[in-house]
Each structure stands twice: as C-alpha cells, then as structure tokens.
C-alpha cells in the first residue's frame, strides 16, 4: 500500500495532506483535554474555597452566638441583681434584709430553689 501512496503522485499528495490534517486534529483535542483539565481545577479550586468559606462562617458564627449568648446573659443578670438591690434600698429595706434576698437570689442560681420559699 506505500508503495502505491508513492508511486500515485495524487494519492501521495491526498496521504499527506490526511496525515497533516490528523497531526492538527490531534493538536485540536491535546489542547482542548489540558483545557478542560485546567477549566476543572480552576472548577475543583472555587468549590473548595466555597466549602471553607461556608465551614468556616458556620464555625464562626456558632461560637460568636455562644459566646455572645453568655456575655449577653451574664451582663442581664448583673443588671437585674443591682436593680433588685436598688429597689430594696428603695423600699427601705435593712442591709441583713438586702443581703438575704441576694443570698437566696445566688442560690437558686447554683442549685434552682423553689419560688415558693421566696
């Protein structure tokens, strides 16, 4: 069959022309595969920094409630004890009196007494 390519001049001429055209197209799709592999790392690599950045916020935004929670709730409950502390100076009330009332008031804290016993 080559020496038949050989001896044809247009046959010759056809053969390496479809060899020319199969070196392109081999090019054609080399290049377009390390295309779609750098389009599907560059894909892979957003992804990841999306799945960090939602991780991320979430961690975040987890431990800020809570910490914000607690040093929310702490600071109310201090409020709430001076003003109780207040409104018993208000009422004229002894200091053995005042500190009865806060002892009790730190006691259900710790251990939940009954409001009954108030």
Do not use: H, P, T
């Amino acid at each position: 069959m080559n020496e038949i390519i050989k001896s044809e001049g247009g046959i010759a001429m056809a053969s390496e022309v479809l060899q020319a055209f199969s070196k392109e197209e081999i090019e054609y799709f080399r290049q377009l595969s390390e295309y779609k592999y750098e389009v599907d790392k560059q894909s892979k690599m957003v992804e990841a920094r999306r799945a960090g950045f939602a991780d991320g916020f979430a961690e975040g935004f987890a431990k800020g409630f809570s910490e914000g929670f607690a040093e929310g709730f702490a600071k109310g409950k201090a409020e709430a004890l001076a003003k109780v502390r207040q409104n018993l100076e208000k009422l004229g009330k002894s200091a053995g009196d005042i500190a009865k009332v806060m002892s009790l008031c730190a006691m259900e804290e710790r251990q939940g007494v009954d409001k009954d016993e108030l």
